[in-house]
């Protein structure tokens, strides 16, 4: 297993996207019980700081990957740098192609109603050999019968590997609370807005923006409402160095 990378308290994997990716795959091929992928970014881990209760929810996962590039910056801050930002969109995309290449079943849960189906067939197209055994939208109660009915579905549908896109920090919470029931699934992979990506209805940021480390901004471009949210990124940036300065 990699290494761990402590940043703000939360336990980062210091891998890039291709060791993230084998390690993935290798549990596939040779592991036992499920392995959990968590894909933090700044915002969670501001979340995990303000409300300690979240560390050991986020700390349980197999494997905890920087999915921001403001995670990244506090690594260097930190003098304890990550060597890449690993986007979980993009993780989720290659444990796809193998899974296509080796004929594992995947199940697609989250998003709203729709959306997981438009994301099997554009995922089926671009990658052939892939089979997306079952889906099923977000929108159900996380307890009781009905989280009882999509768990069943779930593994009746003989799928190996499970995406989990509910939300921060729904996906965890759901996956923690009941990894002990998804028999037969190998991963699960907590990927929040990655059905609407695969679907086709939201686009990810033009390359120029990730290279320039402007993703966020191209993201709060198109969807103005999110500054709520941003504003946690500046907050937890100075806050890292004050932590630096502190400790």
Known sequence: ??????????????????????????????????????????????LCIEDNGFYPLINSASLVIPDGIGVIKASRILRTPLKEKVAGVELGEAVLKHCAERGIGVFFLGAKPGVADEAAQAMEKKYPGLSVCGTHDGYFEKTGEEND?????????????????LGVPAQEKWIDANRARLNGVKVALALGGSLDVY?????????????????????????????????????????????????
């Open 149 to 165: 009915a999509v768990i069943a579905e779930v593994v009746a549908s003989g799928a190996k590997v499970l995406f989990v896109c």
């Open 1 to 46: 297993m990699s290494d761990k990378i402590n940043i703000r308290g939360v336990l980062f994997d210091n891998v890039t996207l291709s060791e993230a990716t084998s390690l993935t795959v290798e549990h596939l091929a040779h592991g036992d019980g499920l392995f959990s992928v968590f894909t933090p970014n700044s915002e969670i881990v501001q």
């Open 199 to 247: 679907s086709g209805n939201v686009k990810r940021a033009p390359k120029l923006f990730i290279r320039l480390e402007l993703e966020w901004f191209y993201r709060l471009l198109k969807e103005p409402k999110r500054i709520g949210r941003m504003m946690k990124l500046p907050k937890f940036y100075f806050g890292t160095w004050l932590y630096r300065m502190k400790h």
